[in-house]
């Protein structure tokens, strides 16, 4: 089994719609800190499991300094994210979304 991580910082505002008061209710910022791990038990025509590229791009390319209430149809919560994450990026089993260093969220499948 191949196994690759690929890790960066997505800035980005959301604000949480949620059913008990909360200052998570207004429109705020973080800098995200996101690992994407992917296996596979073959690699791909270019010696790959999934390139970082393209990893780097369907993510942090889509959510990079923008408002996640308008770029994603779902209440982005760091739970929702990471999931999201886990089914757009091939092979990705797992994802782990920090929004601090001591509030993170992981998705594994």
Request: aromatic share 10%; glycine share 4%; proline share 2%.
């Amino acid at each position: 089994m191949y196994y690759i991580e690929k890790s960066f910082e997505i800035s980005a505002c959301h604000h949480l719609i949620l059913d008990h008061g909360s200052k998570c209710e207004n429109i705020h910022g973080h800098n995200w800190q996101v690992t994407v791990y992917c296996k596979s038990e073959e690699l791909d025509n270019n010696g790959m499991v999934v390139d970082f590229t393209l990893i780097k791009n369907k993510i942090h390319g889509r959510l990079d300094h923008q408002d996640l209430n308008q770029k994603l149809d779902f209440n982005p919560t760091a739970e929702n994210i990471a999931k999201w994450i886990v089914d757009e990026i091939p092979h990705c089993y797992k994802a782990r979304v920090a929004e601090t260093a001591s509030n993170v969220a992981i998705y594994e499948r």
